[in-house]
Each structure stands twice: as structure tokens, then as C-alpha cells.
């Protein structure tokens, strides 16, 4: 069993930025692709983008291409998620989730989840 815990979410105006922690309990954190995902009010959950287990290779939808970083660090067992230029349309929970080796493209096959943690973003 894999508990994941979110941290840093709050508020933010427009176009300000927002660090997403995420810290995982398990001491096989490497052999795991790492993703987030977010979740606004009265919508599905969407794929945001995704690491590797090494960290080499990372994926990112459209939406948040370029604004967005995903990074992690194996030996602290954490990955982040670093928002900038942040929409009122990015408002949601975000959540992060591990996926035994992965593909990065792979969406719904992720094996465990965190409990997410609120972005709010202003206009």
C-alpha cells in the first residue's frame, strides 16, 4: 500500500504561481510513474501530465503545456507540481497518483491516489 500526501494548495490571483507537493510512503517510489490530476466542481477528473520513474521524461496535456513543471526527487520520495501563470479555469482539487511503471500517456490505470489539495485561482 502507497499513502500519497498533497501539500501547498491555496489561493492565488491570475497569473501568479502555486508549488503542489506531494510525498509518498512507500521505498519504491523510483519504480513508480508519478501523475497529477485535478478536479473542479461539477466536472470529471482530468489528466494533467506526468513523470517517469527517473525522472528523465514527463508529459503534459494541452491546457497546462508551458505553464506547468512536473519534478520529483527519488530520495526524498516526493514530486512536485509547479504552476505558473495560473487561470481562474485551473481552480480545482489537485491530486497526485502512482502508477507502477507507467507509461506516461496512460491515464487510468494509476494505482494509488492521494486525498488532493484545493487551488483556488482569482480573477
Known amino acids: 500500500q502507497v499513502q500519497l500526501v498533497e501539500s501547498g494548495g491555496g489561493l492565488v490571483q491570475a497569473g501568479g504561481s502555486l508549488r503542489l507537493s506531494c510525498t509518498a510512503s512507500?521505498?519504491?517510489?523510483?519504480?513508480?510513474?508519478m501523475g497529477w490530476f485535478r478536479q473542479a466542481p461539477g466536472k470529471e477528473r482530468e489528466f494533467v501530465g506526468a513523470?517517469?520513474?527517473?525522472?528523465?521524461?514527463?508529459y503534459y496535456t494541452d491546457l497546462v503545456k508551458g505553464r506547468f513543471t512536473i519534478s520529483r526527487d527519488n530520495a526524498k520520495n516526493m514530486v512536485w507540481l509547479q504552476m505558473s501563470s495560473l487561470k481562474p479555469e485551473d481552480t480545482a482539487v489537485y491530486s497526485c497518483?502512482?502508477?507502477?511503471?507507467?507509461?506516461?500517456?496512460?491515464?487510468?490505470?494509476?494505482?494509488?491516489w492521494g486525498q488532493g489539495t484545493q487551488v483556488t485561482v482569482s480573477s
Open positions: 512507500t521505498r519504491f517510489f523510483q519504480m513508480y510513474t
Open positions: 513523470i517517469s520513474w527517473n525522472g528523465g521524461s514527463t
Open positions: 497518483a502512482a502508477g507502477w511503471k507507467l507509461s506516461l500517456t496512460v491515464r487510468d490505470e494509476y494505482d494509488y
